[in-house]
Nanobody, 123 residues
């Protein structure tokens, strides 16, 4: 059973950086495609990025491209989201999610979700 736990959120000034982590404590990380999704106050969930099991394939939302980077360490059952040049509009709860197949799509059809970590960017 996949059990995802996010960490690393917090308060940061605009232009700053944060690195989020997502650990699968169920240790069934093998073979799963992982995604980051966010939800800003009063808005629906929004695709941020996705990474394949091997890490060879990634895709990002246009709003974060060239600022955010997704990576993973399969031996540690962990995925990361490095966020640079943060903007106030990046303020949201960030969720990691998993599914057993890779798609370059920005859909939100993931089988497993974490509880999220809050990221707040002040202006």
């Amino acid at each position: 059973q996949v059990h995802l736990v996010e960490s690393g959120g917090g308060l940061v000034q605009a232009g700053g950086s944060l690195r989020l982590s997502c650990v699968d404590s169920g240790r069934t990380f093998t073979g799963y495609t992982m995604g980051w999704i966010r939800q800003a106050p009063g808005k629906g969930r929004e695709f941020v990025g996705v990474i394949s099991w091997s890490g060879d394939s990634t895709r990002y939302a246009d709003s974060v491209k060239d600022r955010f980077t997704i990576s993973r360490e399969n031996a540690k059952n962990t995925m990361y989201l490095q966020m640079n040049s943060l903007k106030p509009e990046d303020t949201a709860v960030y969720y990691c999610a998993a599914r057993p197949y890779y798609s370059g799509s920005d859909d939100l059809a993931y089988a497993y979700w974490g509880r999220g970590t809050q990221v707040t960017v002040s202006s």
